[in-house]
Structures are given as structure tokens and as C-alpha cells.
């Protein structure tokens, strides 16, 4: 009798779905993180007509558009929505057994949204892919979200390495720090 490990050809109804970007990160590779950013596309503009418009006048409405389409001319990707934003960081976040492009498109997404924060803050004037190279690093004042979390773990290491970082940040880096602009208090006393 013989015995074979591989399935006959009749049985190839099966299909093998390789995940390239876990491969990749076992080869301690990535896309560059351009190709990355292509996996989470710019939210539309939302208008956060629900809770901050009942405070508005007409007129402070057509400021407050004006401001965010200026912001969202200068920076690529920018979102002024609350709303918006929090959805952008944790709504629909992947399964377990998702693929790790979709961990990697929720991070981005994630941190999209703090990027936003800081930029209508005034705490940064770093395009997105400039100022996720330091969140990726740790050296943004919030943290990386879940590091240690299988999935985003992994989502997060492919974008270390897709910024030209070491794989793995050294434990000091995932601290949380106070914002930039109680940092700035501080520091001018």
C-alpha cells in the first residue's frame, strides 16, 4: 500500500490562502509603508453637525468648514469629526482570525485619528506618514494601541519595519505621555 502526504489532484476543490504580509514579516520584511497607507484610503470630510452645531451660529458653522477644509488641503487625510474620529480609531476592529492586512489597515486607521487630534490641536505640523513613523516608535504621546495584542502586534511590527525601524521597540518606548501642550506648560515654568 501506498502512502502519499499531499492530497490527490481530485481533492483541489481546497484552496490554500497565503497571508503575504505575515509572510513578509517572518522574513523580517514589508511593503514600503506607502503601499501600507494605500490600505486605509482617506475618510471623507465628515461634518460633526450633531453635538457641535447645536452650539453654532450659521456663521460659526461656515467658519468651523472653513477651518477644517483648510486643515484637510494642508493635510492629507485629516478628519475633524470627534464622531468620526472615534469611529475611525475603534469601529469595526478585526477578528482574531482575520488576515493581518486588516489588523494593519485598523491600525492605520487608529492612529489616523490621533493624528488628526494632534493636528487640529496644534501639537503637530507633521504630515500623516512623517508623524507615524514616530507613533510607530513610540514617540508620540499616545502609545501605539494594544502592542501586545496578537494581530495588532504583528500589524504594528509590519509598520516598524515598513518605517526602516528595528522590529521590536524596546519596552521604555510604549509609555503613555502627558500631551504636547501640558508639556509645553512645563516646560515654560
Not at 481530485?10 to 514600503?32: E, I, M
Not at 475618510?43 to 467658519?63: F, K, N, S, V, W
Not at 477578528?95 to 488628526?116: E, G, M, N, Q, Y
Request: proline share 11%.
Amino acid at each position: 500500500m501506498h502512502v502519499t502526504a499531499n492530497p490527490p489532484p481530485s481533492h483541489g476543490k481546497v484552496r490554500y490562502v497565503v497571508d503575504r504580509l505575515a509572510d513578509q514579516l517572518r522574513r523580517n520584511s514589508a511593503p514600503p509603508l506607502d503601499d501600507l497607507l494605500v490600505l486605509s484610503p482617506d475618510e471623507p470630510l465628515a461634518d460633526d453637525c450633531g453635538r457641535i452645531r447645536q452650539y453654532m451660529t450659521t456663521g460659526e458653522h461656515a467658519d468651523w468648514w472653513k477651518m477644517a477644509s483648510a486643515l484637510r488641503a494642508k493635510y492629507s487625510g485629516f478628519q475633524v469629526s470627534p464622531p468620526k474620529r472615534e469611529e475611525m480609531k475603534y469601529g469595526n476592529p478585526p477578528t482574531d482570525d482575520a488576515p493581518l492586512r486588516d489588523f494593519v489597515r485598523a491600525r492605520i486607521s487608529h492612529a489616523k485619528a490621533l493624528w488628526s487630534r494632534d493636528v487640529e490641536g496644534n501639537w503637530t505640523s507633521l504630515q500623516f506618514s512623517d508623524w507615524l513613523r514616530l507613533h510607530v516608535d513610540g514617540k508620540t504621546w499616545m502609545p501605539p494601541l494594544w502592542p501586545d495584542l496578537p494581530g495588532w502586534s504583528a500589524a504594528l511590527q509590519v509598520l516598524r519595519v515598513a518605517c526602516d525601524l528595528p522590529r521590536f521597540a524596546p519596552t521604555g518606548t510604549w509609555r503613555l505621555r502627558p500631551p504636547p501642550s501640558l508639556s509645553l506648560r512645563r516646560s515654560m515654568r
